[in-house]
C-alpha cells in the first residue's frame, strides 16, 4: 500500500510602493534676525519681576519638524494608493507632469482584508468575538498580543463596558500602610490598558488621530495580532524607506541667509529664506488576514 500526502498553501503578493512626504516653511530675513528675541519675550526672559508667560512661540525649525512627523504619521495611517494595475500612478504633477506615488496606509490595508463587525453597543460579547476570530487565524489560540487602537468614543464605551463586567466580581476594596510616606498606599485599577482573556494579551490604545478621522461620537477601533514571528523574527508591521532617506532637510538661502544676518553667496534674491524638511517611506502589514475593525 503506497500513501501519498500532499501539503497545500495560499501564496500571495502584496505589492506596496514607497511614497515621499515634503513639508516647506518659508520666512523673511527680518523675522530670522528677530526670531531668538522674541522667543525670549514670548517665555518672558530679563522681564524682572513680570516672569509670566503669556503665549508660546516655537522656532521655525521646529514648527518644521512637528509638522512633518504629524504629516508623515497621518500618511501611513489613512493615505489611500493611487496606483492602478499597471503600476502608474493616477496622479501626476500639472507642472512638471512627474509620476506622485501614493502608498496604502496602515487601515486601507487592515480595511481590506479585515474581519468586521458593526456593532450597535459595545459588550463584552462584541469584544470576544473579535478575539475570538482573532484566534481563529493564529497560529495559536493562546499566547497571543492583540492590540485595539480606537478613537475616543470607543475608549469611553469601553470603560463602561469593562467597569461593569469587572463588577460582577464583587472585589473587596484593599489598603496597605506605608511607613515611608505615613499613610495608605491606594490600591486598584487606574484604567484598562491590558486586558487578558483565555490566554491571550488584549491592549487598547487610544489615538486622538482617530478620533479626528472617524468623529467623537461613534465608536471606531482596528485590532492588530503584533504576535512576534519566533521563528523569523519578523515583525507584524515594518517601516520601509531608502537608505539615509527616512528624513533629509534642504535649504534655500536668500538675501541675509538662514539666520537673517548672515553676509555670502545666495541662491535667490528674495530676502528671506525657505527650509525644507522630506523623505521616503512606507507601511507594510505583512498579514493583513489577522486583523479586525470594530465600527
Known amino acids: ?76 495611517l489613512f493615505s489611500k494608493g493611487n496606483i492602478d494595475e499597471n ?14 506615488y501614493i502608498s496604502d496606509g496602515l487601515i486601507p490595508q487592515v480595511e481590506a482584508f479585515a474581519s468586521k463587525y458593526a456593532y450597535n453597543k459595545l459588550t463584552i460579547q ?28 470607543f475608549y469611553y464605551q469601553l470603560g463602561d463596558v469593562l467597569d461593569s463586567y469587572l463588577a460582577q466580581y464583587h472585589t473587596d476594596g484593599t489598603y496597605l500602610w506605608s511607613m515611608k510616606s505615613n499613610g495608605y498606599v491606594e490600591v486598584g485599577a487606574k484604567g484598562f490598558d491590558t486586558y487578558r482573556y483565555m490566554g491571550n494579551d488584549i491592549s487598547f490604545k487610544v489615538d486622538r488621530t482617530f478620533s479626528r478621522e472617524f468623529g467623537t461620537e461613534k465608536g471606531y477601533a482596528i485590532a492588530l495580532d503584533l504576535t512576534g514571528d519566533k521563528t523569523s523574527a519578523q515583525p507584524p508591521i515594518a517601516l520601509f524607506t531608502l537608505k539615509g532617506g527616512d528624513m533629509m532637510q534642504s535649504y534655500i538661502k536668500g538675501v541675509g541667509g538662514l539666520t537673517g544676518l548672515e553676509s555670502g553667496e545666495v541662491s535667490t534674491p528674495v530676502a528671506g529664506a525657505k527650509r525644507i524638511i522630506w523623505g521616503y517611506s512606507s507601511l507594510a502589514l505583512f498579514n493583513p488576514y489577522r486583523t479586525y475593525v470594530l465600527r
Open 126 to 153: 462584541v469584544l470576544r468575538t473579535a478575539i475570538q476570530t482573532l484566534n481563529e487565524k493564529a497560529r495559536k489560540p493562546t499566547g497571543n498580543h492583540y492590540v485595539f487602537v480606537c478613537n475616543e468614543a
Open 1 to 76: 500500500m503506497i500513501k501519498y500526502t500532499k501539503w497545500q498553501s495560499n501564496i500571495e503578493k502584496h505589492r506596496g510602493y514607497i511614497q515621499t512626504h515634503r513639508f516647506d516653511a518659508s520666512y523673511s530675513e527680518r523675522y530670522a534676525a528677530l526670531e531668538n528675541v522674541f522667543i525670549k519675550i514670548a517665555e518672558g526672559k530679563d522681564q524682572g519681576a513680570l516672569t509670566e508667560t503669556i503665549y508660546r512661540m516655537d522656532t521655525v525649525q521646529k514648527n518644521l519638524l512637528d509638522t512633518f512627523l504629524e504629516g508623515r504619521n497621518n500618511a501611513l
Open 87 to 100: 503600476g502608474k500612478a493616477t496622479i501626476v504633477d500639472p507642472d512638471t507632469n512627474r509620476p506622485i
